[in-house]
């Protein structure tokens, strides 16, 4: 999988076999504005997390986040999915006092942040361009799911899972990082995957669906659920029950 962004234009690049002289290149009014709009745009996209909106159609308290990679299967999360699923994070953090571990779920870890930024959080992401997380931010490849710092191994009470790809490898990859990870004793998770992976998941992670659908600012043919290990007493809909 390559995360390689385009390389910009070189709009001064010579394309007419003449020689260069030493003159900085003069551009048309019309070439100007082009390349103003481009700058524009990639320094849009280039923040991961950006302020409230500012009248330009932006909502209040969206988050922007980089484009989608749809290479990398990344769909992010709509607000009321993302604000619904952080302030759950937020409440199990107030609870425990544990870091939380957010793997494969960008969307997430930045709506986290805005919401608190004090809470202790780390960003597993396949995708270097969250490196601008700093500290925040752990390589991750879900193809070598253990191959991680020793200091993270069951040092995480809390943590949210929202696996690439919806195949059974993934699930089960995945899984062995979560069990890395969590706490042996009193750990909550949350897991974000399709429902063709109810089944699976319960088996690998004894998580069960909430009644509360996760949606995607552009609508997926995969209907998405939300399971977690723990009973949320109520909160994202409850359990759903078997008739």
């Not at 009014?29 to 709009?37: G, I, T």
């Not at 986040?65 to 953090?93: C, G, H, M, N, P």
């Not at 107030?94 to 957010?102: G, K, V």
């Not at 995607?216 to 659920?225: A, C, I, P, S, Y």
Request: hydrophobic share 35%.
């Amino acid at each position: 999988m390559s995360t390689e962004l385009e390389e910009r234009p070189n709009p001064a690049a010579a394309d007419d076999g003449t020689e260069e002289d030493d003159d900085p290149p003069l551009l048309s009014s019309q070439a100007l504005e082009a390349l103003r709009e481009f700058l524009s745009e990639q320094s849009s996209l280039g923040g991961a997390v950006e302020g409230r909106g500012d009248g330009g159609g932006d909502e209040p308290d969206e988050v922007r986040l980089v484009a989608e990679d749809w290479r990398l299967s990344q769909f992010w999360y709509d607000r009321d999915t993302a604000q619904t699923v952080a302030e759950e994070i937020r409440t199990l953090y107030r609870s425990t006092s544990s870091r939380i571990a957010c793997i494969a779920c960008p969307t997430l870890y930045a709506y986290l942040k805005k919401l608190d930024p004090s809470i202790p959080v780390k960003l597993l992401e396949y995708d270097k361009r969250f490196e601008q997380y700093d500290d925040d931010f752990i390589y991750y490849d879900y193809n070598q799911p253990e191959e991680l710092l020793p200091s993270l191994k069951h040092n995480y009470q809390v943590i949210i899972a929202d696996p690439p790809y919806l195949s059974k490898e993934c699930l089960e990859k995945v899984a062995q990082t979560i069990s890395f990870l969590a706490h042996p004793h009193d750990s909550f998770l949350l897991l974000l995957t399709g429902e063709v992976q109810k089944e699976r998941a319960a088996e690998l992670l004894n998580v069960h669906p909430c009644g509360f659908r996760p949606q995607h600012t552009n609508k997926l043919g995969n209907e998405f659920r939300l399971f977690t290990n723990y009973d949320t007493a109520g909160r994202l809909g409850g359990w759903e029950r078997k008739a």
